[in-house]
């Protein structure tokens, strides 16, 4: 039997998937584009904030608070599933898509959430996709100072100051 998932209403949440079999599903380009587009569509479907993400190769990172009466798992449910549709059509595949059911961990408390914003946007660094995490294209911290609003939401004031580099837009970046 799996431990019951923890749930909070307006609880702030880091999510995390991984493909089936650690596979690369996402390492191109396309498909980080076409799951970018999902979770996009998702954001129309759905009322939740997020705040910040990470799209690597083979998994994804999501700080992600859901609206009042909106659940967690229907919208994670919805994002994988619809991506898994899509990229098996396009890949001519059948069967899973992600391996085990996501994970989430409530972030709970102001140094919890500065680790997993520092994780999140590190992570392309460690992989050594990246020099500089302001250069990762699918993260939340580029598409913040792309000034790209589609898939963040703004943060508080407060955020701001904690995360200043997520705060800064670059004109013609």
Partial sequence: MRKPRELQDGARYHVTARANRKEMILNEESMKELFLSVVRRAKKKYEFRMENFCVMGNHFHFVIQPGRGESLSAIMRWILSVFAMAYNRISNFTGHVWGCRFFSRIIAGL????????????????????????????????????????????????????????????IGA
Avoid at 143 to 152: I, K, P, Q
């Fill in 111 to 170: 140094r919890n959430l500065v680790e997993v914003f520092e994780y999140i946007d590190e992570n392309p660094v460690r992989a050594k996709q990246v020099e500089d995490r302001k250069d990762w294209r699918y993260g939340g911290l580029w598409h913040r100072r792309a000034g790209d609003r589609s898939l963040l939401d703004d943060l508080p004031l407060w955020e701001r100051l904690l995360f200043p580099t997520h705060s800064v837009t670059l």
